[in-house]
């Protein structure tokens, strides 16, 4: 009954906001027949990018539809039992309030492809609960007040979606989308915020998704945060995006088209990559009140003399980014006529924080 009422809220709230609803909710769509359907409806890079962003983007709000409606259910707007708290079990015991955490264990199972982790934390960002239940055994600090998706939604009283993060539940990257949870309440009294909601997303469906595209060898295509920190990877012979050398990694952040993708811009730019002419389409995904960004590298030609980019031209700057196994090294120049079209109602993140993330 629990998985059947968020699953018609989802289809009524999904159909209203999204033409992609019946995609995204069809759970016996595969994700290859998805990507694949963005190859068959694409003639054109940036049409696929196009595509691929839109996809990309519906699978987030589903994400986002299912964790605000179970932040809804009785069962988990019940008051937490904090008496039953324990710091040796970093939260409260496995056989403890079992209506949420049978809550958890029924979303992880009907949805693997959304999330890897079921999190509940209290008002002042102490772990509750965490499943599976290894992972809240895992855990070196219940500690999580210091977390982007916990301040995100406490400032804002609405779901939001942080950046890439190392997890030590795991040891592995992920991104946690969070919802805040309000009390039960009298139709005459004012809910409280009595914790908040956050699951794991689920990296594998998207390097599935990227994975899955019919692409040409000279072609790569990669999913990054707003802080350019890599989610998901055409090319099976990088390091996996939930490897956490990926955090702190500034070479995606440091290229024109992923600066340019921030700030809702789609188009193209010209690079010299490794001696290699090399167009680079960008295009940002909207995903809640963040900005991610796909790049396309579409390498042609034949190797040119290297450039040494000059320090006294402030346009011209110099990367390394890793290619088809090997590392490119970029000289980008900002191109302002290269570009297409801005995408309305989409705005840059407040700042871009080149900063290495720290872990929980």
Excluded: C
Excluded at 76 to 100: C, V, W, Y
Excluded at 214 to 222: A, D, F, H, P
């Amino acid at each position: 009954m629990l998985l059947f009422s968020i699953l018609i809220g989802i289809t009524l709230l999904l159909v209203v906001s999204s033409p992609l609803s019946t995609l995204a909710v069809n759970q016996t769509t595969s994700i290859s027949n998805q990507a694949k359907s963005v190859i068959a409806n694409s003639n054109r890079t940036d049409n696929k990018l196009i595509l691929l962003s839109d996809l990309i983007k519906n699978r987030i709000d589903k994400a986002a539809a299912i964790l605000e409606l179970t932040s809804r259910l009785p069962e988990t707007r019940g008051p937490p039992q904090m008496k039953l708290f324990s710091p040796a079990s970093k939260g409260i015991p496995e056989n403890a309030d079992l209506a949420k955490r049978q809550t958890g264990r029924e979303i992880l199972s009907k949805y693997p492809d959304e999330f890897v982790s079921f999190l509940f934390l209290t008002p002042n960002g102490t772990v509750y609960l965490l499943e599976p239940f290894t992972r809240q055994q895992n855990l070196s600090t219940y500690d999580l007040s210091h977390r982007d998706y916990f301040k995100g939604v406490v400032q804002t009283n609405h779901t939001f979606l942080g950046n890439v993060i190392t997890s030590v539940s795991s040891g592995r990257n992920q991104i946690q989308l969070a919802v805040p949870v309000f009390s039960l309440v009298e139709s005459n009294q004012t809910a409280s915020q009595i914790g908040v909601l956050s699951s794991g997303l689920n990296f594998k469906t998207f390097n599935e998704i990227l994975q899955s595209l019919n692409l040409r060898s000279n072609e790569r295509i990669v999913l990054l945060d707003s802080n350019g920190t890599k989610i998901a990877d055409s090319d099976t012979k990088q390091i996996s995006s939930l490897h956490k050398s990926n955090i702190g990694d500034a070479s995606f952040r440091n290229l024109q088209g992923f600066k340019n993708a921030l700030k809702g811009k789609t188009g193209t730019v010209q690079e010299v990559v490794n001696g290699i002419n090399t167009q680079v389409y960008y295009k940002p995904v909207k995903a809640i009140q963040n900005n991610w960004v796909l790049l396309l590298f579409q390498s042609s030609g034949a190797p040119t003399v290297p450039t040494i980019s000059n320090p006294s031209h402030p346009d011209n700057t110099s990367m390394s980014i890793p290619f088809n196994g090997t590392m490119l090294n970029s000289n980008i120049t900002n191109k302002s006529s290269n570009l297409n079209t801005t995408m309305p109602n989409q705005l840059p993140p407040e700042s871009v924080n080149g900063s290495k993330v720290g872990k929980i």
